[in-house]
């Protein structure tokens, strides 16, 4: 909760950083933002691509969620395999939350 709340914070402050530039400074305000996330995000893809299996395992992962949703609502529970393969999805989706989180 805490840390939702710094990060409001920031972006209250960014927001209002922003609104007293020029448009010519709020544009390279927004392409240094652009570069950062990008940046960032390709950092992060580079460094969740090199742990040993990871890109197999997030490929499986995908294909269980795909198999996961055309599954119907009413056989969802009765569905072992399909229930196993929802609980992996979200136990790699949530190491990646995690790796993100740290970066």
Not at 50 to 56: E, L, N, Q, R
């Amino acid at each position: 909760m805490l840390g939702e709340q710094k990060h409001n914070n920031y972006l209250s402050e960014a927001e209002s950083r922003l609104r007293q530039l020029s448009p010519e400074r709020l544009r390279v305000a927004v392409a240094f933002l652009a570069y950062l996330q990008e940046t960032t995000e390709n950092h992060v893809k580079e460094e969740l691509m090199s742990i040993p299996g990871f890109a197999a395992s997030f490929h499986n992962t995908e294909k269980s969620q795909d198999k996961l949703e055309e599954t119907a609502s009413n056989q969802f529970a009765e569905d072992a395999e399909v229930w196993q393969a929802y609980l992996a999805s979200e136990k790699k989706w949530e190491e990646v939350y995690r790796r993100l989180a740290d970066s």
